[in-house]
Nanobody, 117 residues
């Protein structure tokens, strides 16, 4: 069983920044890629960013490229999402995801990000 706990969401004005964190309770965290997804009301869940196990490669949705940065600290079993230049369309619940063929697919409870003036 893998538990993921997100934090760092909140209300921010357009153009502002937030940093999300996701703490994972998995012994072998450093062996697995991690991802951030988001889901806005009435919309499908979408992949925002993914980072490899060593943190040496990242991928982003086109809508967030150049504004968001995913990173990880394997010593702390934590993955981060730095979000800059936030827009109203970034408003969503942000979810951390862990997937392993061996261990399964796990989601955190999500953290709400609201971008509004």
């Amino acid at each position: 069983q893998v538990q993921l706990v997100e934090s760092g969401g909140g209300l921010v004005q357009p153009g502002g920044s937030l940093r999300l964190s996701c703490a994972a309770s998995v012994f072998t965290f450093s062996r697995y890629a991690m991802s951030w997804y988001r889901q806005a009301p009435g919309k499908e869940r979408e992949l925002v960013a993914r980072i490899t196990s060593a943190g040496d490669s990242t991928n982003y949705a086109d809508s967030v490229k150049g504004r968001f940065t995913i990173s990880r600290d394997n010593a702390k079993n934590t993955v981060y999402l730095q979000m800059n230049s936030l827009k109203s369309e970034d408003t969503a619940v942000y979810l951390c995801n862990f997937f392993s063929v061996l261990l399964g697919n796990f989601w955190g409870q999500g953290t709400q990000v609201t971008v509004s003036s």
